[in-house]
């Protein structure tokens, strides 16, 4: 399994770590090559199964290391799959694994687009297309990731799958996490996601001037953590709104924090299938989503798709959608198709098919 990073609150991590839980076993081992390792909380937690984790560092500033790490892990192990999760950093890992002749090379698709800005989407496209010569499978969470990597070629589509008995709403959950945070009868919006370009975190902090405005006691819990960060904390202070904002980094009980808020909120700019947005809609959160997002992520009413130039129409939704009783929330809303124990057997049959 190839991925990069194996942090909380990073949505591939979550879906590698759902699918590893899901299939790992006696006759399924998984090895994780980590790709600009920033340490992991699963680490121990995948040696414990008995699985090794074997740490990459950048091949654009350590190519020779690069390199030959991944030569002699692929000359002393025997793989049956290598499934590569990331575009860039995975075109030497699977030109690899198939100068070693591994059967089966999953290049798999997790957004709509490689790249947050033009000049970096354009610097991408040799890469795309080396990965795309040297998988001879294709897996993406949705069409809209789909079609941005592969095109015409044909695809499987597996969605982005969790544990929904994890995530279901919990009254329980709540009423602890609210005591901790000393929420009182206050809104809570969060969002989870990596603090990149891609996540638009200048407009969030945009949507929660909008909400400071309105004078209605909130806060807002940011879950996430990631290059820009700094930045974004400091475009808070110079909007006067720091004071409602927690930054949470990375926990790993989010699950309890979906039942302690009243609404969710991601106005990316693209994404496959945010993992987040399938967790927040088990937890029957109402959910306000980028109108860039494919509406296939939408799996109950508690959705809607806003436009992300207008702050203050998102501020607006918030606090409609605050009155929204989940109190009687018993069932999860989340079709068999996001279920974890549905989705591995598909995940185990891309596995398992002769080339």
Same mark, same amino acid.
């Given at each position: 399994?190839?991925?990069?990073?194996?942090?909380?609150?990073?949505?591939?991590?979550?879906?590698?770590?759902?699918?590893?839980?899901?299939?790992?076993?006696?006759? %399924?081992?998984?090895?994780?090559?980590?790709?600009?390792?920033?340490?992991?909380?699963?680490?121990?937690?995948?040696?414990?199964? #008995?699985?090794?984790?074997?740490?990459?560092?950048?091949?654009?500033?350590?190519?020779?290391?690069?390199?030959?790490?991944?030569?002699?892990?692929?000359?002393?192990?025997?793989? &049956?799959?290598?499934?590569?999760?990331?575009?860039?950093?995975?075109?030497?890992?699977?030109?690899?694994?198939?100068?070693?002749?591994?059967?089966?090379?999953?290049?798999?698709?997790?957004? !709509?687009?490689?790249?947050?800005?033009?000049?970096?989407?354009?610097?991408?496209?040799?890469?795309?297309?080396?990965?795309?010569?040297?998988?001879?499978?294709?897996?993406?969470?949705?069409?809209? !990731?789909?079609?941005?990597?592969?095109?015409?070629?044909?695809?499987?589509?597996?969605?982005?799958?969790?544990?929904?008995?994890?995530?279901?709403?919990?009254?329980?959950?709540?009423?602890?996490?609210?005591?901790?945070?000393?929420?009182?009868?206050?809104?809570?919006?969060?969002?989870? #996601?990596?603090?990149?370009?891609?996540?638009?975190?200048?407009?969030?902090?945009?949507?929660?001037?909008?909400?400071?405005?309105?004078?209605?006691?909130?806060?807002?819990?940011?879950?996430?953590?990631?290059?820009?960060? #700094? &930045?974004?904390?400091?475009?808070?202070?110079?909007?006067?709104?720091?004071?409602?904002?927690?930054?949470?980094?990375?926990?790993?009980?989010?699950?309890?924090?979906?039942? !302690?808020?009243?609404?969710?909120?991601?106005?990316?700019?693209?994404?496959?299938?945010?993992?987040?947005?399938?967790?927040?809609?088990?937890?029957?959160?109402?959910?306000?989503?980028?109108?860039?997002?494919?509406?296939?992520?939408?799996?109950?009413?508690?959705?809607?798709?806003?436009?992300?130039?207008?702050?203050?129409?998102?501020?607006?939704?918030?606090?409609?959608?605050?009155?929204? &009783?989940?109190?009687?929330?018993?069932?999860?809303?989340?079709?068999?198709?996001?279920?974890?124990?549905?989705?591995?057997?598909?995940?185990?049959?891309?596995?398992?098919?002769? %080339?």
């Amino acid at each position: 399994m190839v991925t990069r990073g194996l942090q909380h609150s990073n949505g591939v991590a979550s879906y590698v770590m759902n699918y590893y839980r899901a299939l790992h076993g006696p006759e %399924m081992r998984f090895d994780f090559l980590v790709i600009d390792d920033v340490g992991s909380p699963y680490y121990k937690e995948i040696a414990g199964n #008995g699985d090794n984790v074997f740490l990459l560092p950048s091949y654009i500033k350590h190519p020779l290391k690069f390199f030959s790490l991944i030569f002699d892990i692929f000359k002393k192990s025997h793989y &049956d799959v290598v499934h590569c999760n990331v575009v860039n950093s995975g075109v030497p890992v699977l030109a690899a694994a198939a100068a070693f002749n591994v059967p089966i090379r999953i290049l798999h698709s997790h957004a !709509a687009q490689n790249g947050d800005v033009w000049w970096k989407q354009l610097r991408n496209k040799p890469f795309s297309a080396l990965a795309l010569h040297f998988a001879n499978k294709y897996i993406a969470c949705s069409h809209k !990731a789909g079609d941005g990597l592969f095109g015409k070629r044909k695809y499987r589509i597996i969605p982005n799958a969790i544990n929904i008995s994890r995530f279901r709403y919990s009254e329980v959950a709540r009423n602890k996490i609210r005591g901790i945070e000393n929420c009182g009868d206050k809104i809570v919006v969060m969002t989870v #996601g990596r603090i990149t370009t891609q996540k638009n975190p200048y407009f969030i902090v945009d949507i929660i001037r909008e909400l400071a405005n309105s004078k209605v006691d909130f806060r807002f819990w940011w879950f996430g953590d990631d290059e820009l960060n #700094g &930045d974004v904390q400091r475009y808070a202070e110079k909007q006067g709104v720091s004071q409602y904002i927690s930054f949470k980094g990375s926990v790993g009980n989010v699950n309890e924090y979906y039942s !302690a808020a009243d609404v969710f909120v991601l106005p990316s700019l693209y994404e496959g299938l945010p993992v987040s947005g399938v967790e927040a809609q088990t937890a029957g959160l109402p959910v306000l989503f980028s109108d860039q997002i494919t509406r296939e992520t939408s799996m109950s009413v508690l959705t809607e798709f806003l436009p992300i130039d207008d702050a203050n129409l998102w501020a607006e939704k918030i606090l409609l959608d605050r009155h929204y &009783d989940r109190s009687n929330y018993i069932r999860s809303v989340v079709s068999d198709s996001f279920d974890i124990r549905c989705c591995s057997k598909q995940m185990i049959k891309e596995y398992s098919i002769s %080339m």
